[in-house]
C-alpha cells in the first residue's frame, strides 16, 4: 500500500507539473511566431516604403501591425518622455519620445532615438524640434510593456520618466485632451532630427530565436519529468 500511494503522490506531482512546462513552452513557440511574424512583416514594408498617413497611428484594427507612413505637424510643447533601461551598444541610457500633433489624425508618440545616461543618472535634455515639419517612419507597436509593476510614468527633468510606454497613462498624466494613437512612429534613421536610432523592432527584449531555445528547454524539461515519473512507476521493488 505504500508503495501505491507514493505513486499516486508522485504522479499528482508530476501532471501538473508536466502541465506547467508544456504550457510555459507553448507561449514561448506563441511569442517566437508572433516576432517573427512581426519581423518579416516589416521587412516587406520598408522593402515598398508605401507611405500611408499618420492618421492610420490611430487605427485599432492596425493597433499591432506595422507600416511605413508619412505626414505633417507640430511637435506639442510638452516636455520629453524617457523610457529607461534602454541598451545600445552595450551602454545604458533611455529612449526618447515626444507628443507630434499631426495635421490630420491622432496625437502620437514620436521615436526620437537613444541618449546615453551620465553616471549619475541625470536625464538628458531633450530639444523640441519647432515649425511644420514633415515626418516619415516605421508605425509600430510600443515596447513590449513586460510585468507592469507601478503607475509607469513620473515627472522627471523637463519631462517625463518612464518604465514603460502606457499611452493612457501618458495621456492622462501629461493632459492631453485627446487620447494618443495606439501606435509609435520610428523615425526614419536618414532624417535629420533626433538622435542615434535605427528602425529594429526588437531592440532591448528577446528575438524570436530565443524564444524557440526556451520553448525547448521547457518541453525538455516536461520530457524529464514524464520519464523519471514512467521510470519510478515501472521500477522493481526492493525486495
Known amino acids: ?32 511566431v508572433e516576432k517573427q511574424a512581426m519581423l518579416d512583416g516589416a521587412a516587406r514594408v520598408l522593402a515598398a516604403r508605401s507611405a500611408l498617413p499618420l492618421a492610420a497611428a490611430a487605427d485599432p484594427l492596425r493597433a499591432r501591425a506595422v507600416d511605413w507612413a508619412a505626414g505633417s505637424g507640430a511637435f506639442d510643447p510638452r516636455g520629453p518622455l524617457l523610457l529607461d533601461n534602454q541598451q545600445r551598444d552595450g551602454r545604458a541610457g533611455v529612449r526618447a519620445y515626444r507628443i507630434f500633433v499631426p495635421t490630420q489624425g491622432a ?20 530639444a523640441r524640434p519647432a515649425g511644420t515639419l514633415a515626418l516619415r517612419g516605421l ?38 485632451s485627446l487620447p494618443l494613437a ?26 524570436p530565436d530565443k524564444h524557440r531555445g526556451y520553448a525547448l528547454q521547457w518541453f525538455a524539461l516536461a520530457l524529464t519529468v514524464l520519464v523519471v515519473a514512467l521510470l519510478l512507476t515501472f521500477r522493481r521493488p526492493r525486495r
Do not use: C, H, K
Request: avoid cysteine; charge should be positive; charged fraction near 15%.
Open 107 to 126: 496625437p502620437l508618440l514620436v521615436d526620437l532615438g537613444w541618449l546615453p545616461l551620465a553616471g549619475d543618472r541625470a536625464l538628458p535634455a531633450v
Open 1 to 32: 500500500m505504500s508503495r501505491t500511494r507514493n505513486l499516486w503522490v508522485g504522479w499528482l506531482l508530476a501532471l501538473p507539473t508536466i502541465v506547467l512546462f508544456v504550457g510555459l513552452g507553448l507561449w514561448q513557440a506563441r511569442r517566437a
Open 139 to 176: 508605425l509600430a507597436p510600443p515596447p513590449s510593456a513586460g510585468i507592469a509593476l507601478g503607475p509607469g510614468i513620473a515627472r522627471g527633468g523637463e519631462g517625463w520618466l518612464l518604465t514603460r510606454v502606457d499611452m493612457a497613462a501618458i495621456a492622462r498624466d501629461t493632459g492631453l
Open 182 to 207: 495606439p501606435r509609435v512612429l520610428r523615425l526614419d534613421p536618414a532624417l535629420p532630427l533626433g538622435y542615434a536610432r535605427d528602425l529594429a523592432l526588437l531592440a532591448n527584449t528577446l528575438p
